[in-house]
């Protein structure tokens, strides 16, 4: 993609050479999935897997649906009621902690789908499978979200600049938001390798409802910090629709999730305990150099990064049963 969108912007100047690199990249994959698996697909009309995926694909549907409506209706109410540039705030502080935590949840998610798929005939594998998988995303998307609400003030005076500071308290509350994501994106992939994606549906309907209840009343009253603790609704609704199915589909008690999500969440907590404490030690220090402000936060990040390790390698040999960083490949093994 990137090597024939340059070659093309090159000589074509112009936005063609994206299309272009766009193409090329699906080629390559098309050509290199031959390469890699013996599998050669083959025209066959079979009406019953016609029916099945039909179904599958219909629930997907209105999952994408739901999603575009919930992820883009409170921008629709942020720019008719705050204003443009309230909307801009708001857009940039929601896209900080998306980039982060759905890149980690969507690689996550690709890789748990087949395996959920493969063990869907045996209840107690999957349940096995679930408990690990989850557990090891939990112990990345967690810190994830709990690190972007610690440095997130700095993070946007530093990279971005003080024209950006009124979006701070809307990125802190999406951060807060990102911790509740962290646990419902662990279902996703569960529910769908399960083939029941309309458990899926049924948790963005309920996070879609949540937003358009509560995103004009918050918006108006304290705007884009309304609106993002609206979206933080929305994501604790579609949580309570996680764990009622999560149990009832998978049997996975609430002892079992305590012990997926309290380990990283306190050692994500304390993480940040300790990079605030350093933080209000170290700021006064700074000459207000923006090169030296840069390798301040960097360094700050290596080392919530190594606490946060430290504590969960402590926690690993305190918890006999809390196995957080083998237990996607125990149960892709499995």
Known sequence: DLLVAIIAASILRSAWALVFGYIAADLTRLVVSYLIHPFRPRLRLDWGKSRELFDYGMWMLFVGITLFVSGNGAGLVIG????????????????IPTVVLKGLGDTLGNVAFPAY????????????AYKRIAGFSAALL?????????????????FLGPKWMPMVPALLILAATGIVTSMVWTGRPAFMGRGQPQIVFH???????????????????????GAAFAILLSQTSALAVYFVNIQRQFGVTWKDMGLMFLP???ASLLMAGTLWGLRTLTLPL????????ILW?????????????????ALQLLLPNFRPLK????????
């Open 142 to 158: 967690i810190p994830s979200a709990v690190g972007i609400l610690t440095i997130g003030h700095d993070f946007t005076r530093i």
């Open 286 to 293: 700074l000459p207000g150099q923006h090169l030296i402000d």
């Open 203 to 225: 948790m963005q309907v309920a996070r879609a409802a949540t937003v358009f209840l509560c995103i004009y009343p918050l918006a108006s009253r304290w705007g884009i910090a």
């Open 117 to 128: 798929a493969a063990l869907q005939g045996s209840a107690d594998r999957v349940r096995g």
């Open 80 to 95: 008719k009621i705050v204003g443009a540039t309230a909307l801009g705030y708001f857009q940039m502080a929601q896209r």
């Open 264 to 266: 990283p969440l306190g």
């Open 297 to 313: 936060i960097l360094c700050m990040i290596l080392t919530g990064v190594a606490v946060y390790a430290t504590l969960l390698g």
């Open 327 to 334: 237990g996607l490949a125990e149960a892709l093994r499995d």
